[in-house]
């Protein structure tokens, strides 16, 4: 179990410059992730299936391994790191660099730094493999298949009680501890029928009404999960003893068992099998649902659900758990020259590892809900209203919100507001602003180059470290090149 929490806590660190929720295509990336009313033919897909048609018609379009990286979290960035975490630019007789010594008012400006005393840290990566678009006049269709991996973290303030040390008396409770990591693979076929008109409402209020699906097929090759309860450390006022309680559970599959078992060889670990790409850990089956409207000729209605579905895990399925009390009362010696200070580390050091690593043992088949996300979003088409305008326009508002908390989604709501400006066809220009969620506002942009037959495009979902490095905490990249339409 302490290679579970070191891997994740290395996994974490390793990307903590960078941050962002959801992966979506570098087009709609740029537009602040609004996509339930902009997306379009291969974009459509995972976003709202019904906007297959809002593309070309009779025109099929393919795309190869377009890539969304994103990582970050919501506490430090460069310049906290360096104003608390380095030397002091003053160095001693020997050249060493003297440390910083953290003043009161230091601490607490650390403590105060994570939102709600819980620190959120992303990272995450999709590519996506293949995905194809084709639409007529009334019927659209898409497949598609993803590479989805990412982790989360999240830590609470306390776990740095050692700023202010366990004060006699004091508790500090580590019950926000969570942490997750995944990788699963999810392969669809998007459908969009538009509706004909059934109603006696006029085509010029309400018209082109589109509803899409997409059923999916999951498959799950790696996931863990680590969730801390009623871990505390206590120091007693009187006697001074320090009571560490260690409570958690977790569960592993697939790979990610045969990573975080302390020995593959154990009890626990001996009927894990190896890695097998054709045979997955996890497998589900999920839907995508979608409409699309036109209102008043200039307004465009998209209304979606995704990720609605389970991954059931059944294969290297690992249950780790730990409830335990030890108590520390210090040391006595009969003259402090026979204190042996690296024996006496070393014997903490192997009682946290019995107590901290749990007990593990093959678990019963478990599920996990994929990412589900609801959202509805209208956009307006100015240069249809207003004549003289220059090139296309579109801009949309959006609300989302998630109904998990599940690889890496947010029960958080968000808003958005994107553009797209085309005063040339061939070179978009692309803009967007996100607010909410768990990471708050966001400014994003891009561009790319559209041809008739091949577009490339590049969305940065976090401006800010393209402006202000140093106080960026999140950066999220999306970019497509091979993207073909015949």
Known sequence: MTRLFLVLAGVITALSILNAQELLPARLVSMGNNSIAMSSDVDAIGTNPANLLSGP????????????????NDVVDIDFYNKYFTGTGQYNNRGDENGKVLTASDKASILAAFPDSVGNFLGGVNARVIGLSWSSGNFGVGVAIDEIAGSKLELPSTVLFPLNGNSPGSTFNWNKLAGSIWWY?????????????????????????????????????????????????????????????????SQQSGIA?????????????????????????????????????????????????TDLGKIYWSRNDLAT??????????????????????????????????????????????????PTKVGISIAVHPDEILHGVPGQIIVALEFRRGLNNNFGNSTSPEYGVGAEWRPFYTIPIRTGVRFGGDHGMRWSAGTGIS??????????????????????????????ALKFKI
């Open 257 to 305: 068992s045969a990573i975080f078992s302390e020995n593959p060889d154990n009890e626990s670990g001996k009927d894990l099998k190896a890695f097998d790409p054709f045979h997955p850990a996890g497998m589900g089956i999920g839907a995508d649902f979608g409409m699309s409207a036109r209102l008043f000729r200039f307004f465009t209605l998209g209304i979606s659900v």
């Open 451 to 480: 041809t008739r037959y091949w577009d490339f495009d590049l969305g940065f979902g976090d401006m800010e470290p393209l402006i202000y490095p140093t106080k960026a905490k999140a950066v999220s990249l999306a970019f497509s």
């Open 185 to 249: 693979t999810e392969s669809s076929v998007d459908l969009a029928l538009r509706i004909p008109d059934l109603t006696k409402i006029s085509r010029s209020q309400i018209s082109d009404i589109v509803i899409g699906v997409a059923p999916k097929y999951v498959a799950g090759y790696g996931y863990a999960t680590v969730v801390s309860r009623n871990s505390s450390i206590y120091t007693d006022p009187e006697t001074y003893d320090c009571e560490l309680k260690v409570n958690f559970t």
């Open 321 to 370: 758990s730990a409830d335990t009390t030890i108590v520390y009362s210090g040391y006595s010696s009969p003259t402090p020259q026979d204190i042996d200070v690296s024996e006496v580390v070393d014997s903490i050091q192997n009682v946290l590892r019995t107590v901290i690593k749990g007990t593990s043992s093959p678990s019963s088949h478990f599920t996990t809900s994929l």
């Open 57 to 72: 018609k009779g025109i099929l379009v393919i795309e190869f391994l377009p890539v969304s990286l994103y990582a970050g």
